[in-house]
């Protein structure tokens, strides 16, 4: 950052935190590092104005320039995804799968999604979430042998339930999940069906994991994943379905749309649909499948085997460790990743045994496969050693010498 604007805390706070990010290994799954262009787009004007309604029907004036951002971001996102609709509004991943439930259910009414100790999220669900209290949600898992979905047990799980909505998508599933079967098992037991593919709309933008899109009625996703845009939700879906979106997300449960954050989201879109960004989902997947054999080989237990997306599931009960204390102790090492809870754990979810590593951040910043062989065995080192001082200092100089060679936003599109 440049000279701080005035002497408040809080730049402190801002530039402790940038140098943090660029003092550490970011391996959280679900976060990456933006362009400086959709940096710059969010600390503009656009911050200032508010544009309740969408383009061309507004409750304020003085819209017509937000209208044509909103315009190309919608058009881009329609164009990225494939799809015949889309809105660009929702304010968050959570926000867009608001606007998606109220749009395709009534109050009450009965939804089979992913379990949220298998992978799911929070807002597919959670008793104390908006969709666990306004919603009947009953889960399916994964299998207790593979750690894999099985479409034919939830095929029939679905035929006996015969819920309104079936859902699809994860926080911590690292296998290609099919939608076609997903589709399939939808029609023939009369229900809709949602995918939330927040983790990996960019790996989906990329062509790197089969689309959602072709096959569900609605789909939401969070921009700021391995999409590497701002913070924010999108929904994509069918000309059908496009007016309740809209209704359901404005005036349904938002109010204005920020529309920094809208024009941040239309130049990650544009950035997505360039050649670059093909190549940086398939960096992803690769130095993902090139840690998840490394750390395996170092004698830690991905859960499933492996991964066919950008991150992992890693249990870390056989190094006598918690997920909790695993996240602690490369923590110290400068190696940031989360505690997770792993399918059929017997930890609570603030200890769990497992943690979540993904790789989209640290290709972002131009870590390639060497990198990975090298991250991966100094997370071995440190996660069996983890009170050995003297491994944790050779991990942390290695740490530091990778932060230094690749800096954030030095090769990220700008
Ligand atoms: C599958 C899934 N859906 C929705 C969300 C929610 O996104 P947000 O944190 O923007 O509300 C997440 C966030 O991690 C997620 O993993």
């Not at 940038?18 to 362009?35: D, G, P, V, Y």
């Not at 799809?83 to 109220?102: C, F, K, R, W, Y």
């Not at 050649?275 to 170092?298: C, D, H, I, Q, W």
């Not at 505690?339 to 497992?354: E, F, H, R, V, W």
Request: hydrophobic share 40%; net charge negative; proline share 5%.
């Amino acid at each position: 950052m440049q000279t701080p604007p005035s002497d408040d805390p809080i730049w402190r706070f801002i530039e402790d935190e940038t140098r943090r990010q660029e003092n550490h290994l970011e391996l959280i799954a679900s976060e990456n590092h933006t362009s400086s262009e959709v940096m710059a787009a969010m600390g503009t004007a656009l911050t200032d104005k508010y544009a309740e309604g969408y383009p061309g029907r507004r409750y304020y004036g003085g819209c017509e320039h937000v209208d044509e951002v909103e315009r190309l971001c919608r058009d881009r996102a329609k164009a990225v995804f494939g799809s015949e609709a889309a809105n660009v509004q929702p304010h968050s991943g959570t926000q867009a799968n608001i606007g998606a439930l109220m749009a395709l259910l009534e109050a009450g009414d009965r939804v089979l999604a992913m379990s949220l100790d298998h992978g799911g999220h929070l807002s597919h669900g959670h008793p104390k979430n908006f969709s666990g209290l306004f919603y009947e949600f009953h889960a399916y898992g994964v299998e207790r042998e593979s750690e894999l979905l099985d479409m034919d047990k939830i095929r029939a799980q679905a035929l006996e339930l015969r819920p309104r909505l079936l859902m699809a998508g994860a926080s911590a599933y690292s296998r290609t999940i099919d939608f076609e079967a997903f589709a399939s098992i939808a029609q023939e037991c009369g229900a809709q069906l949602m995918v939330d593919m927040a983790h990996i709309a960019g790996l989906v933008a990329a062509g790197v994991h089969p689309s959602p899109v072709p096959h569900a009625d609605v789909v939401t996703m969070t921009t700021h994943k391995t999409l590497r845009g701002p913070r924010g939700g999108l929904i994509v879906c069918t000309k059908d379905q496009i007016k309740a979106i809209n209704s359901r997300t404005f005036p349904g449960n938002q109010g204005g749309p920020f529309m920094h954050m809208i024009a941040a989201k239309a130049i990650a879109l544009r950035e997505a649909s360039e050649p670059a960004f093909r190549t940086y989902g398939a960096a992803v997947k690769k130095n993902a499948g090139l840690l998840a054999n490394t750390l395996s080989e170092g004698g830690l237990r991905i859960v499933s085997g492996g991964t066919d997306n950008h991150l992992m599931l890693v249990d870390v009960s056989a190094v006598g460790l918690t997920g909790a204390e695993a996240e602690d102790v490369l923590g110290q090492v400068s190696i940031t990743c989360n505690k997770n809870l792993i399918p059929y754990d017997t930890q609570p979810p603030m200890k769990a045994s497992g943690i979540r590593i993904g790789t989209a951040a640290v290709t972002s910043r131009g870590l390639g496969e060497p990198e990975m062989v090298r991250m991966g065995k100094a997370i071995c080192d440190v996660l069996r050693a983890p009170t050995d001082a003297s491994v944790a200092q050779r991990v942390r100089s290695q740490v530091k010498e990778l932060t230094e060679a690749f800096p954030i936003r030095a090769t990220v599109p700008s």
